[in-house]
């Protein structure tokens, strides 16, 4: 079956937009009606900048950040925001600060995990967490839950879409939100009205792309 015609969200810089397809999809217990691609954002530099600087002013001038925690695949732009708020910039709560780019393991029942040799940054350390989107609360959560296991300290959390404001008590920083997508949905599959209404899912769909149905 062949994805529905991709739809794109301009900006005013030429680098920044939101792209993917609207249809059924499957992300692991959650149904989906658009699929978001980040695929250019998490490997084209002047993408994974342009996302870093609409980021960075979130965080600039308030948050002390040690690590960033990339989560699906993000680690181009967790870079690039690093460089953004470690600027010599006298207003710059981050300037010149060392800090760490970290990706996450996964176990088999999708929990966070680290090894020995990466626990000390995460620590005693501040961190955030970067994710391509946050939209049910489970990334927020599951990130969260494994950082302080590890003994470290969430600081926020930012991504390229989300629909959620906040988690917890920090506001999501987030590119685009659901003012950009206004229709739309995420539910469970016992919930799903695309089921319900007999439409055949199109793809299933994770941190590494689409496989079409």
Same mark, same amino acid.
């Given at each position: 079956m062949a994805l529905s015609e991709k739809f794109r969200i301009e900006t005013k810089s030429p680098y920044l937009y939101l792209t993917g397809y609207k249809g059924h999809f499957v992300a692991g217990r959650s149904h989906l009606n658009y699929y978001i691609d980040i695929t250019s954002q998490k490997s084209c530099l002047s993408e994974a900048r342009a996302v870093a600087q609409a980021i960075a002013p979130s965080?600039?001038?308030?948050?002390?950040?040690?690590?960033?925690?990339?989560?699906?695949?993000?680690?181009?732009?967790? +870079?690039?925001? @690093?460089?953004?708020? +470690?600027?010599?910039?006298? @207003?710059?709560?981050?300037?010149?600060?060392p800090i760490n780019i970290l990706a996450p393991e996964y176990t088999a029942s999708n929990q966070l995990m680290f090894r020995d040799n990466i626990v000390h940054m995460i620590a005693g350390k501040n961190v955030l967490v970067f994710a391509a989107s946050v939209v049910t609360g489970s990334t927020a959560q599951n990130a969260f839950e494994a950082i302080r296991y590890y003994s470290g300290t969430p600081v926020g959390i930012a991504s390229i879409f989300a629909t959620m404001k906040e988690y917890e008590d920090f506001q999501i920083a987030s590119v685009f939100n659901p003012h950009d997508l206004p229709d739309y949905e995420s539910h469970s599959a016992v919930d799903c009205p695309l089921c319900r209404r007999g439409e055949r899912i199109d793809a299933l769909i994770n941190s590494f792309g689409c496989s079409m149905l």
């Open positions: 965080y600039k001038l308030q948050t002390e950040i040690d690590t960033i925690l990339c989560l699906d695949g993000t680690e181009v732009i967790g +870079t690039c925001l @690093a460089r953004e708020l +470690t600027r010599s910039d006298l @207003a710059s709560i981050n300037a010149h600060r």
